[in-house]
């Protein structure tokens, strides 16, 4: 069918003789590829918005005692967490000296926070004492025979 379309944009039949496209199957063909184009862009709009989303889950889930990279590349532990979307991050050690610095949320490269995740809601299960009365009952039965 797709074959049959380009053959008549192009101005060619399947007899070969052919001296102009339908204008028709121009637009056809245009609108294909702008239905195309929308499509992408729908789902890389959806995916970025995904990964937007799980990062700020991941930079919401940082306490205090999680390890922290920043994108200049400093290490250290969380002390504190601040409501101005900020963080204290502990660095060094005793015998070199410990240093405090405060981090916005945003500098954060690597982290060992995890992000809750959502339980998916589970359907009831039957109680296994039930299964068990009436598997016995049956094998009484062939037990008899």
């Known amino acids: 069918m797709l074959w049959n379309v380009l053959s008549s944009a192009t101005g060619t039949t ?4 052919g001296a102009g496209g339908n204008p028709w199957s121009t ?3 245009i609108g294909i590829l702008v239905v195309i184009l929308v499509v992408f862009m729908v789902y890389n709009r959806r995916s970025q918005k995904k990964r937007q989303e799980e990062t700020m889950n991941t930079l919401n889930a940082i306490k205090p005692g ?3 990279k920043t994108i ?3 290490c250290g532990v969380v002390v504190e967490v601040c409501d ?9 050690t005793e015998k070199s ?9 945003q500098a954060v490269y690597q982290t060992d926070a995890v992000a809750p995740v959502a339980a998916p ?11 068990k009365t ?4 049956a094998k009484e039965e062939t037990k008899a025979e």
């Open 14 to 17: 399947s007899s070969g003789a």
């Open 27 to 29: 637009w056809l063909m």
């Open 66 to 68: 999680n390890k922290v």
């Open 72 to 74: 200049g590349g400093i």
């Open 84 to 92: 101005d979307n900020t963080f204290v991050l502990e660095t060094g």
């Open 97 to 105: 000296g410990k240093s405090y610095m405060k981090f916005d949320k």
């Open 121 to 131: 809601v589970a359907a009831p299960e039957a109680p296994v004492e039930e299964a």
């Open 134 to 137: 009436e598997e016995e009952p």
